[in-house]
């Protein structure tokens, strides 16, 4: 089992930048992978970003790609995601989640087996 925390999620301004953090606990947390998701409102739960288990492979979705970063803290516990160059588009809920999955690939909502409750994220025009 596995309990992912999220936050820093706030109310920032277009252009801005906000770093968001996921705080594991539980089981072994440098054997998961782990990946962010994001919900706006009145749309499905989207892939955002991913870090590999190992923590040298990542991969983003085209909408951050180059704005967003994903990285682990492996002496935390902990994954974290910098947001930069932030739009009006990237207000959402955004959600941390783990999976022991080998390749990066593999990611979706359905494959995805420990979640966090979210924190908000709320960009300003």
């Known amino acids: 089992q596995v309990r992912l925390v999220e936050s820093g999620g706030r109310l920032a301004q277009a252009g801005g930048s906000l770093r968001l953090s996921c705080a594991a606990s539980?089981?072994?947390?440098?054997?998961?992978?782990m990946a962010w998701f994001r919900q706006a409102p009145g749309k499905e739960r989207e892939f955002v970003a991913a870090v590999h288990w190992a923590g040298d492979v990542t991969s983003y979705a085209d909408s951050v790609k180059g704005r967003f970063t994903v990285s682990r803290e492996k002496a935390k516990n902990a994954v974290l995601l910098q947001m930069t160059a932030l739009e009006p588009e990237d207000t959402a809920v955004y959600y941390c989640?783990?999976?022991?999955?080998?390749?990066?690939?593999?990611?979706?909502?359905?494959?995805?087996?420990?979640w966090g409750k979210g924190t908000l994220v709320t960009v300003s025009s």
């Open positions: 989640s783990a999976a022991r999955l080998t390749s990066l690939s593999r990611i979706t909502e359905g494959t995805m087996n420990f």
């Open positions: 539980g089981d072994t947390f440098s054997t998961f992978t």
